[in-house]
């Protein structure tokens, strides 16, 4: 049975950094392609990052790009979204989610991430 | 980016009845284009891959069509548990963007 847990979540305040995981299990993670989509409180849902295979390419979205960082330890069948200079408009629940061909198949049940003083 | 027009926002439709759910893509997206239903409090989960094809296990009461840049997600004899709501997703270039949402509840 395919498994993603989320965690590291929490409380956070504006410009902090924090640090998401994700274990992955029930298949063979280096074989997928990775991601994580966010869902602001009540809001609709936005992609924020990819990682291929092999952690070799990375794609994000404008807003997070060059404050999170995607990455993947395949040996330990880990996703990780480091989150840096953290804003309030990046509260949101986090989502893993296992990328099959064009659409995501799999996903975790979320953490939450709260960014306020 | 590619926009992803979803229409309606939200719908109040009876037992039985047939719903139409409709993205629109701002670009061409060929048949990169896949469907999910999220409950409250759950996380989202795969119903129509690559525009029509039905995801394991997802009843086949749901179906997925396209038209030109219209990608529909039909429900047939809607029953209580198809309540929630409903995303599309394109997946043709990066930014990958969702649709609004739709949420379907039962009058």
């Known amino acids: 049975e395919v498994q993603l847990v989320e965690s590291g979540g929490g409380l956070v305040q504006p410009g902090r950094s924090m640090k998401l995981s994700c274990a992955a299990s029930g298949f063979t993670f280096s074989s997928f392609p990775m991601a994580w989509v966010r869902q602001a409180p009540t809001k609709g849902l936005e992609w924020v990052a990819t990682i291929s295979t092999s952690g070799g390419s990375t794609y994000y979205r404008d807003s997070v790009k060059g404050r999170f960082t995607i990455s993947r330890d395949n040996a330990k069948s880990t996703l990780y979204l480091q989150m840096n200079s953290l804003r309030s408009e990046d509260t949101a629940t986090y989502y893993c989610?296992?990328?099959?061909?064009?659409?995501?198949?799999?996903w975790g049940q979320g953490v939450m991430v709260t960014v306020s003083s | 980016d590619i926009q992803m027009t979803q229409s309606p926002s939200s719908m109040s439709v009876s037992l039985g009845d047939r719903v139409t759910i409709t993205c629109r893509a701002s670009?061409?997206?060929?048949?990169?284009l896949s469907w999910y239903q999220q409950k409250p409090e759950k996380s989202p989960k795969l119903m129509i891959y690559?525009?029509?094809n039905l995801e394991d296990g997802v009843p086949s009461r749901f179906s997925g069509s396209r038209s030109g840049s219209d990608y529909s997600l039909t429900i047939n004899n809607l029953e209580s548990e198809d309540t929630g709501i409903y995303f599309c997703?394109?997946?043709?270039?990066?930014?990958?963007?969702f649709g609004s949402g739709t949420k379907l509840e039962i009058k």
């Open positions: 690559g525009a029509t």
């Open positions: 670009q061409d997206i060929g048949n990169y």
């Open positions: 997703l394109q997946h043709k270039q990066y930014p990958l963007t």
């Open positions: 989610t296992r990328r099959d061909g064009y659409c995501f198949d799999y």
